[in-house]
Each structure stands twice: as C-alpha cells, then as structure tokens.
C-alpha cells in the first residue's frame, strides 16, 4: 500500500469489535463501528526493524491501517477510539467504492508515559485514486518521516512560517487559526443583530483586530 517497501508489509486483518468490546465504548460510538467500517486491515508496519531508518525520540513506529468504509464518511471519534488504543502513531488509509482518503492525527505523548497518546487534531486528503495521495516515505529518522506525512497530507494548511518552524509549532499555529476563525465568525454575527451604531463600531474595530491577527499567521 501507498508504495511502501515490501520489508514493511504487515497485512494483518484486525476485528473491529477490538476496539469496542470490553470497552467503555458508548453506544453511539459501537454503533459507529458497526455501521461504518466494514474491514480494518493492519497493512503496513513503518519502523527501523522493517526499514532502513533510525528511531526517533518520539516516534517508534508508524502503523498503516487501511479502513474499508460502508458509507463515505467516518465519525472521527472512530478513528480516536482506535488510535487511543494503539500505543503508536498511525496514518489511516480509507477506502470507498474504489476510491482512497489519508488521514492522520498529530498525536502527541500524553503525560510523561511513552505509550499514551493524544491526538490534537486530524489531517486528511481529498477522495482520489490510490496511486494520487500525496503520501511518501520521506525522512532519515522515525521522527522526520512520521512529521512528513503530516505535512504531506495535512497540504497548504501547515505551511511553514520558517523552515525552522518545527511540526508542534506548525500545528499550534494552525490551532491559533482555526480559533480566530471561529472568533471572527461569531463576532460577525453580533454585528448583524446589533441595532446601537457605536457598539457596531466598537464591534467593527475588534474585528479588523481579529483578522489582522489572522492574516499575520
């Protein structure tokens, strides 16, 4: 899969009620997995064992699951329910109806513990054929080539300020983006309603704040 090296074929199908039974699962979230997946396959195991890399200080391993869908679209609180239950960092491969997406979380150590993670947020691509995801085995450490995809399917959006701007930074950045977006959007909507023209133009001037905070990320 995505042209990987043989040396790190896995292809080992995982029962998706691993990732629910015996879990303190919601209902909504087993029904998500009934209804939505129809077959994971463990498909590629990235680390120094299976190719010729050195570790990283803070990834081990990367695993490729490749995610046969029953509808085009995937709950993503799917996708972090089985990436909080595998202690490595994973880039999903979605499949539906012949047609292919890659995700990936930025997924961090939570606490001092190496083996729990957090995911901050997910990255995806477009629907396109298998031979199209802009997705490459790209790094001389576990740490460069883990960051890569990230940035290889995460596109425009982590665009580096520097090219010293490391991937935590680059993904805060986003995160900074995304809430001045929201910021902005909600404070558009006040103005809309506000019948007083001073606070209007209060409102206004907060705004050109805002945006400017925006454009200069």
Same mark, same amino acid.
């Given at each position: 899969m995505l042209g990987l090296p043989k040396s790190t074929e896995f $292809? @080992?199908?995982? *029962?998706?009620? @691993?990732?629910? /039974? $015996?879990l303190n699962v919601s209902p909504a979230l087993k029904r998500g997995f009934i209804d939505q997946?129809?077959?994971?396959?463990? +498909? $590629? @195991?990235? +680390? *120094?064992? #299976?190719?010729n890399l050195s570790e990283g200080k803070t990834v081990t391993e990367v695993e490729v699951f490749h995610v046969r869908l029953n509808q085009e679209t995937l709950d993503e609180n799917i996708l972090r329910q089985i990436d909080r239950e595998i *202690?490595?960092?994973? !880039?999903?491969? !979605?499949?539906? $109806?012949?047609?292919?997406?890659?995700?990936?979380?930025?997924?961090?150590a939570a606490g001092s513990g190496k083996a729990a993670f957090k995911v901050d947020r997910y990255y995806q691509t477009d629907w396109l054929p298998e031979n199209e995801l802009p997705v490459q085995l790209d790094g001389l450490n576990m740490d460069a080539v883990y960051g890569n995809f990230v940035r290889q399917i995460a596109g425009n959006i982590l665009q580096t300020a520097t090219p010293q701007e490391s991937l935590k930074e680059s993904v805060e950045r /986003?995160?900074?983006?995304?809430?001045?977006?929201?910021?902005? #959007?909600? !404070?558009? +909507?006040k103005i809309r309603k506000e019948k007083q023209l001073n606070r209007q133009m209060e409102m206004n001037a907060e705004l050109k704040k805002l945006k400017g905070k925006l454009e200069g990320l």
């Open positions: $292809n @080992k199908r995982i *029962p998706k009620q @691993k990732f629910y /039974d $015996n997946i129809r077959i994971i396959y463990w +498909a $590629n @195991k990235i +680390a *120094p064992s #299976t190719v *202690p490595y960092h994973i !880039l999903f491969v !979605l499949e539906y $109806n012949d047609r292919y997406k890659a995700v990936i979380g930025y997924k961090e /986003d995160d900074r983006r995304e809430e001045l977006k929201k910021e902005i #959007t909600k !404070l558009q +909507a």
